[in-house]
């Protein structure tokens, strides 16, 4: 496994992020153990909060998987679910089930 954090790419992931940014599994993995996660339709966030909107609203780091790759952006809890099937729908190939 590849030290990440040598190689952590949720710093460039900074609030307001206008899109996904795809990640690597070991990523995902560390993402999903570091923190009990919060999960929503589609996917989970780190449990805890990354940065804040200018309302004081929590944003998270959220990642979904989407045909065996996986992305990753910070986003309000009350939206991720929403970006997660637009994720989806915007990648070619066959559309999948979209799980927790």
Known sequence: MKDLRTVWPFDK???PCAEWAE???EH???ALEVLPPLYFRGGFAIG???NHTADDVP???CIVTVRGRYFARELPMDIAAR???ALRA???GDSEPVGV
């Open 28 to 30: 995902y993995w560390h």
């Open 13 to 15: 992931l900074r609030h």
């Open 59 to 61: 944003v998270h780091c």
């Open 83 to 85: 970006e997660a099937e």
């Open 48 to 50: 805890e909060a990354a």
């Open 90 to 92: 915007s990648l070619p």
């Open 23 to 25: 990640i690597a599994e």
